[in-house]
């Protein structure tokens, strides 16, 4: 497995640092010929969801990089791109800065070939869904996710899920979740977005059967029947009107399980008032796990597909590894 980032090394340009676990609070400083210069590498994915023209964006996205005086090279995804290799290799070249303009997917890719590294991650979000932007507080207007990224800010040490060979930094499934992602075609996906994983969770609750599975977790064996077994960098629905989140519990050096038996739309309508009012659950419909270094899926009888932040990455068994501040992100200084 890649190696895990070291706490406490200074970021070249930094101009005030304070630390707490994995985390340093600066700003990346306008040019001065007595401070190191800003070396940036800029991934760009021309086609994400919420670009309607990749060329004009990465047009003003150079001219404010040009204000900041900052160096800096762009690297725009081609389809059959290993990106995280490409990243990799920027790292590896030495550069200060690593800024990733796309969705969660093009997201996901980047930080693989960050794992190990102390280099700041900045995250642009344009894609659909952009939820780990959405998660860890960057602003969702591009202007203003770059101006976070040039000004003052925080670098937080983000947590990851290995698993199947890759960091996920979202979630893992098995279950509705996964067979729904699996049945969604890729040219739905880049002209419905999410809608099109909706559609298909919607059909496959309807007689989605619930299956028997083990979970180890952290050492302690649990059978339960599920639909759904979702597994969460952080928490959910703890704040509203965020799905995701809040921050700090992608930092927490923990992952959540939660356990989930629905057999109609009505059943899940309960699950989801109960979680968001924070009633106790009655029976096993729903169940919540915390899990601090590593845990296990393993299906009865069949092997079940498991999808990693939005992609199909294996099937059951799974054994899943938490690695505490596995990446660092650049997030506002809301202290």
């Given amino acids: 497995m890649p ?22 609070q600066y700003s990346l400083p306008r040019y001065s010929g007595f401070q190191v210069m800003v070396n940036a590498f800029v991934v760009i994915n021309p086609v994400s969801g919420s670009l309607s023209d990749g060329k004009t964006f990465r047009t003003m996205l150079s001219q404010r990089l040009d204000d900041a005086r900052w160096r800096y090279s762009i690297h725009e995804t081609q389809e059959n791109d290993d990106l995280s290799a490409v990243v990799r290799d920027a790292c590896e070249r030495g550069v200060t800065l ?13 930080v693989n070939g960050m794992v190990g590294t102390t ?19 960057v602003p969702l207007r591009w202007e203003e996710a770059l101006a ?29 979740s996964s067979s729904s992602i699996y049945d969604t075609p890729r040219k739905d996906k880049r002209r419905f977005g999410i809608l099109a994983y909706v559609w298909r969770v919607v059909g496959h609750i309807f007689g989605f059967k619930s299956y028997r599975f083990d979970l180890l977790l952290d050492g302690y064996l649990r ?8 597994v969460s960098n952080g928490t959910m629905v703890e704040d509203l009107p965020n799905l995701l989140g809040p921050q700090p519990t992608y930092c927490d050096g923990r992952i959540d399980v939660y356990v989930v038996n629905g057999r109609s739309v009505y059943d899940y309508l309960v699950i989801i ?23 296990t899926i393993t299906a009865h009888r069949k092997s079940r597909l498991v999808q990693g932040d939005g ?9 899943i590894e938490v690695v505490p501040a596995a990446v660092r992100i650049i997030v506002p200084d809301r202290e």
Wanted: include cysteine.
């Fill in 3 to 24: 190696g895990k980032p070291a706490a406490g090394q200074r970021f070249p340009a930094i101009t005030k640092v304070v630390h707490t676990r994995a985390l340093a």
């Fill in 119 to 137: 280099v700041p991650l900045g995250l642009v979000p344009v894609g659909t869904g952009n939820l780990f932007a959405r998660a860890v507080g």
């Fill in 148 to 176: 976070l990224i040039i000004g003052e800010h925080r670098v937080i040490g983000v947590d990851s899920m290995y698993a199947a060979g890759r960091h996920c930094i979202l979630n893992i499934s098995t279950g509705i």
């Fill in 273 to 295: 008032l109960r979680t968001i009012f924070r009633r106790p659950a009655r029976d096993e419909k729903f169940i919540h796990f915390s899990v601090f270094k590593r845990m």
């Fill in 311 to 319: 992609e199909v990455i294996s099937t059951t068994p799974v054994e």
């Fill in 223 to 230: 059978t339960v029947d599920a639909t759904e077994l979702f």
């Fill in 98 to 110: 690593v800024i990733v303009a796309g969705g969660d997917g093009t997201v996901g890719e980047v």
